[in-house]
């Protein structure tokens, strides 16, 4: 009887352990690290980062990186704003204090022979885009996404 009441306690214990995690609920186990590619311009600046707010929502650790370059470096440029009219600076803001990070880069600028002062000061910058890309996939083991 006494190895009956056992069994009995030990189902219910590994029963009510397995309750909290499967189910259709999703929790993030730790913190994603994922850098987010943009370099066509506007609309894609204006989707990656709907899509920046949407991860932090549901996992706030989140540690983001997006690396822009050609037309994506566009969206962190003085005064840019998207089509409903809002300032793309006041997102990025935003995104900053959760601590995203916006790096731009150099090649870009020297080819489209931009200057450093006309992006907002939550620009940071990388020598080449595409190579901190890979520096952060392959040395960091960021995950890719492009929206």
């Known amino acids: 009887m006494k190895t009956l009441k056992f069994l009995i306690a030990a189902a219910s214990l590994t029963l009510a352990g397995c309750a909290g995690t499967g189910g259709s609920e999703t929790s993030p186990v730790g913190p994603d690290k994922v850098v987010y590619h943009l370099n066509e311009g506007l609309p894609q600046a204006t989707n990656g980062l709907r899509n920046i707010r949407n991860h932090l929502e549901v996992n706030p650790k989140a540690q983001i990186v997006v690396v822009a370059h050609a037309q994506g470096v566009d969206y962190l440029m003085k005064g840019k704003r998207?089509?409903?009219?809002?300032?793309?600076?006041?997102?990025?803001?935003?995104?900053?204090?959760?601590?995203?990070?916006?790096?731009?880069?150099?090649?870009?600028?020297?080819?489209?022979?931009?200057?450093?002062d006309l992006f907002i000061e939550e620009s940071t910058w990388v020598p080449s885009g595409v190579a901190e890309i890979t520096r952060l996939q392959q040395r960091e083991g960021y995950s890719y996404l492009r929206p």
Do not use: H, M, S
Not at 82 to 99: C, F, H, M, S
Not at 101 to 107: E, M, P, R, T
């Open 82 to 116: 998207d089509a409903n009219g809002n300032p793309y600076e006041l997102i990025v803001q935003d995104l900053k204090r959760q601590g995203v990070k916006f790096d731009v880069c150099l090649i870009t600028l020297r080819n489209r022979k931009l200057a450093k």
